[in-house]
């Protein structure tokens, strides 16, 4: 028999056991439990909750061999228990309840409404202007090209000032080609627009056109100048 030192997993007094026996019995709160685990306890007490309950009463062979061991618990080991933190919560100030009056209620609606209504009355003859814009400038363009056979849904003006456009061709054109599409459109454009014809800033330089086929594309956009629009402007797509 090897007498050693241990902790009761219960409520955490100090108490002997026989580390030959599988079990050991704590004579402060009654517990039978694993002799390995009280070791355990003993060395590793953070391991351990010593819930500190109560047991039911024990009279078997453990009793008389701890009472015949049993010292008296230290002070700083007397019966207890570990409290598990609660996790933390954070308080929640509920707001108090707006009571917004009926009459004022009716004025916020009626507000709301008249802003759409303003909107829609800004917004609806811009979005309506661009559309027939497009389709004027569409239409323009596809009789500048009436050798190239193409419809008009080869045709995709997009934005606000009609200043970007992809064209779809069944072939890819040269350079050349490229930069003589792009001049038309510039023209179209700027008479639908009705620009400044002399200000290559306001016919050219805001426009991009991109340029799409099944062999591969290209791109003019924005030219700084008119010696640009074939140049630095003009970019091969993949």
């Given at each position: 028999?090897?007498?050693?030192?241990?902790?009761?997993?219960?409520?955490?007094?100090?108490?002997?056991?026989?580390?030959?026996?599988?079990?050991?019995?704590?004579?402060?709160?009654?517990?039978?439990?694993?002799?390995?685990?009280?070791?355990?306890?003993?060395?590793h007490p953070e391991d351990f909750d010593f819930?500190?309950?109560?047991?039911?009463?024990?009279?078997?062979?453990?009793?008389?061999?701890?009472?015949?061991?049993?010292?008296?618990?230290?002070?700083?080991?007397?019966?207890?228990?570990?409290?598990?933190?609660?996790?933390?919560?954070?308080?929640?100030?509920?707001?108090?309840?707006?009571?917004?009056?009926?009459?004022?209620?009716?004025?916020?609606?009626?507000?709301?409404?008249?802003?759409?209504?303003?909107?829609?009355?800004?917004?609806?003859?811009?979005?309506?202007?661009?559309?027939?814009?497009?389709?004027?400038?569409?239409?323009?363009f596809l009789q500048e090209l009436a050798d190239?056979?193409?419809?008009?849904?080869?045709?995709?003006?997009?934005?606000?000032?009609?200043?970007?456009?992809?064209?779809?061709?069944?072939?890819?054109?040269?350079?050349?080609?490229?930069?003589?599409?792009?001049?038309?459109?510039?023209?179209?454009?700027?008479?639908?627009?009705?620009?400044?014809?002399?200000?290559?800033?306001?016919?050219?330089?805001?426009?991009?056109?991109?340029?799409?086929?099944?062999?591969?594309?290209?791109?003019?956009?924005?030219?700084?100048?008119?010696?640009?629009?074939?140049?630095?402007?003009?970019?091969?797509?993949?």
């Open positions: 028999m090897a007498i050693k030192d241990a902790c009761c997993v219960n409520c955490g007094s100090l108490v002997q056991v026989d580390n030959k026996n599988d079990k050991s019995h704590c004579m402060f709160c009654n517990c039978v439990f694993d002799t390995s685990e009280g070791m355990r306890a003993l060395e819930p500190n309950e109560e047991q039911p009463e024990y009279e078997g062979p453990l009793v008389q061999q701890s009472r015949a061991r049993t010292v008296a618990p230290l002070p700083a080991q007397v019966p207890q228990s570990r409290k598990k933190e609660k996790p933390f919560e954070p308080k929640i100030k509920e707001l108090p309840a707006l009571k917004i009056p009926s009459r004022m209620k009716m004025i916020i609606i009626v507000a709301v409404v008249v802003v759409l209504g303003i909107l829609a009355a800004i917004l609806f003859p811009t979005i309506a202007t661009r559309s027939d814009r497009h389709e004027k400038i569409s239409a323009g190239e056979n193409l419809d008009s849904e080869s045709i995709n003006v997009q934005n606000l000032n009609s200043d970007y456009v992809i064209l779809i061709l069944d072939e890819k054109p040269t350079e050349e080609e490229a930069v003589i599409l792009f001049n038309q459109y510039c023209e179209v454009r700027a008479e639908v627009m009705e620009l400044d014809r002399s200000s290559f800033e306001d016919t050219h330089t805001a426009v991009t056109m991109r340029i799409a086929s099944t062999e591969g594309g290209i791109e003019i956009s924005e030219p700084e100048s008119e010696s640009a629009i074939g140049d630095e402007a003009l970019r091969i797509l993949p």
